[in-house]
């Protein structure tokens, strides 16, 4: 696996460097305006967390060569945006010599009849990376660098914990604290009690893991 260099934008929101750059889920609570030379933008799903559509359409018109990439239900959903790559699980994607399987499908439950909408997960350099956006997906091999999302309203911290112990990653990374009044709180417990290395990095700042 090759190393990846991850920058947290905020919430869900992280570019993911290789020999390309990869922006996946900028978000309502993300801060990605000022950035350049993207290859691809990824949205997971179509909640306004993840994907900021006005915000998103100005981020593409500075990066021209930046492809566009959607889960099935954001392809019809999020409107002022260009044209868009609708991919489905069980597909794969080429940036440049980087990879990204799409895996997934579904978001998690959030509460009973409440309807839910279609997920994404995106796995870069198999298994280099993983982003689940708002799910359980698992990774379907070994993963190196696994990011969790540690609040929401269709999570618990126990559930998360789970998560990171099923999938065994060398380091979690936390995310999706947008709306979280202690972040490193909740951070400390997923490393605690998973029992699995975990890196909380640092908004703005690129770190190589």
């Known amino acids: 696996m090759r190393a990846v260099q991850l920058t947290h934008l ?28 993207l290859d691809a933008v990824l949205v997971t799903h179509q909640h306004r967390d993840h994907v900021d559509a006005a915000r998103v359409a100005a981020l593409l018109t500075a990066n021209p060569g930046a492809r566009l990439i959607v889960d099935p239900d954001s392809a019809g959903s999020l409107d002022g945006l260009p044209t868009a790559e609708v991919a489905r699980p069980g597909e794969r994607l080429t940036f440049g010599r980087t990879t990204v399987d799409v895996h997934g499908g579904l978001h998690a439950a959030v509460y009973g009849p409440i ?7 995106y796995l870069v350099d198999d298994g280099a990376f993983f982003h689940p956006g708002d799910s359980f997906a698992l990774p379907p091999g070994e993963v190196d660098v696994l990011a969790v999302a540690i609040d929401g309203p269709w999570l618990k911290i126990a559930e998360a914990v789970d998560y990171v112990r099923a999938a065994r990653p060398r380091v979690a990374v936390p995310m ?3 709306e979280t009044a202690d972040p ?9 009690f998973s029992e699995i290395p975990t890196h909380r990095l640092t908004a703005g700042e690129p770190t190589a893991l």
């Open 10 to 37: 905020g919430h869900a929101c992280l570019l993911v460097e290789t020999d390309v750059r990869l922006l996946i889920d900028p978000g309502t609570m993300s801060d990605f305006a000022a950035l350049t030379e």
């Open 115 to 121: 309807p839910g909408c279609t997920n994404n997960a």
């Open 176 to 178: 999706h604290e947008g």
């Open 184 to 192: 490193a709180k909740y951070a400390g417990m997923l490393g605690a």
